[in-house]
Nanobody
C-alpha cells in the first residue's frame, strides 16, 4: 500500500508564497500519477493539478484558476511531489490534499480516480 504525507501548509498574506510537500512510501513512486486537490469550508473538493508518472513523461495539467501561479514538480529520487504556491489569494484558502494512483487515469480531475490520499495540510491566505 502507498502512504502519503503532506506538509508545508501555513498562514500567509495575499501575494505570498508557500511550498507544499507530498512524501510517499510503499510502491514504486516513479510509477505514480499524483494530484493535488483542495477543499474550502462548506465547499466541494476541487481538483487543482496533476503530474503524470515518469513513464508518461511527467506531464502536468492545471485547473484554470491556478495557472501561472502554482507549479507542481516531482523528485523521484526523494519520493516526493512538490506544489509551489505563488501569488496567493484569499480564495486559495483551503485544506490541500495529495492523492495518487498506480495507474494513469483518464479522468484525472475526479477524486474517485485516486486510491491513495494524504491527511491534508491547511493553507490560509489573508487579505
Amino acid at each position: 500500500q502507498v502512504q502519503l504525507v503532506e506538509s508545508g501548509g501555513g498562514s500567509v498574506q495575499a501575494g505570498g508564497s508557500l511550498r507544499l510537500n507530498c512524501a510517499a512510501s510503499g510502491g514504486t513512486f516513479s510509477s505514480l500519477t499524483v494530484s493535488w486537490f483542495r477543499q474550502a469550508p462548506g465547499k466541494e473538493r476541487e481538483f487543482v493539478v496533476v503530474i503524470r508518472s515518469r513513464w508518461s513523461g511527467s506531464n502536468t495539467y492545471y485547473t484554470e484558476s491556478v495557472k501561472g501561479r502554482f507549479t507542481i514538480s516531482r523528485d523521484n529520487a526523494k519520493n516526493t511531489v512538490y506544489l509551489q504556491l505563488n501569488s496567493l489569494k484569499p480564495e486559495d484558502t483551503a485544506v490541500y490534499y495529495c492523492a495518487a494512483s498506480g495507474s494513469s487515469p483518464i479522468g484525472y480531475s475526479r477524486a474517485g480516480a485516486y486510491e491513495y490520499w494524504g491527511q491534508g495540510t491547511q493553507v490560509t491566505v489573508s487579505s
